[in-house]
């Protein structure tokens, strides 16, 4: 006489629901995670060398509500490895430290302009400041010079050092990417393509998994007495 194996069609049962279940809670969970930086101000490189990092530079009114990152354009005269910082502060060249003082090292290749990206987090920014921005070469075998851009993007200011509080002008250019960080979506936000896609793909093959189980002729296993 022939029993089934009830044990052995449950753990079945058990697998192909809970596969399900997990690919279900990984679409749930993936949405509020959905984030990205946004480009809020540009200039465009000019694509040489151009002053020198003593000199500084400011937005005249801050365009968004954070900061995420500063990416500028460096040339060097001795390749080798480089370590530089940026300090952004509010309205003035002695003002409020927005965040903290970022510091990068890379290798730059001389008379090459190799762009640099400084990261701050995300820090919260008040729309509309007068927001300044002051480098150093921390350590490097020769000089950096970055780049001061084509022009003809309002309300960015290069100086001609960084004394408060605003130094004094030099010219109305600088070769940059501001970005800030968007807020993670809410549940229920629409995915990117390409996620859904990854999403459906891990989704389908756990479902053809589970049915070609069920296919399978033996469907439970008997014990023969």
Not at 48 to 72: A, Q
Not at 104 to 132: K, R
Not at 199 to 204: D, E, M, N, P
Request: net charge neutral; glycine share 12%.
């Amino acid at each position: 006489m022939s029993i089934p194996n009830w044990n052995h069609a449950m753990n079945r049962y058990s697998v192909r629901t809970g596969t399900i279940s997990g690919l279900a809670l990984l679409l749930l969970l993936a949405t509020p995670l959905v984030h990205a930086d946004t480009t809020i101000f540009t200039d465009p490189f000019f694509g040489s060398s151009g002053d020198d990092i003593t000199r500084g530079f400011y937005l005249s009114s801050y365009p968004g509500t954070n900061l995420s990152t500063v990416t500028l354009a460096y040339t060097t005269n001795i390749t080798g490895p480089y370590t530089t910082s940026l300090t952004a502060r509010l309205g003035s060249y002695n003002g409020t430290i927005i965040g903290t003082t970022q510091t990068v090292t890379n290798t730059l290749t001389a008379f090459n302009e190799t762009l640099v990206t400084y990261n701050f987090g995300g820090v919260s920014v008040p729309q509309g400041s007068v927001v300044t921005f002051t480098q150093a070469l921390v350590s490097g075998p020769g000089f950096v010079d970055y780049d001061t851009g084509m022009g003809g993007t309002a309300g960015i200011i290069e100086t001609e050092g960084t004394t408060p509080p605003l130094d004094v002008f030099r010219r109305a250019s600088i070769g940059l990417i501001v970005t800030q960080t968007s807020a993670p979506a809410p549940p229920g936000t629409p995915l990117p393509s390409s996620l859904i896609l990854m999403l459906t793909g891990l989704a389908g093959a756990g479902l053809l998994f589970v049915a070609r189980k069920r296919m399978r002729p033996a469907g439970a296993r008997t014990i023969t007495l």
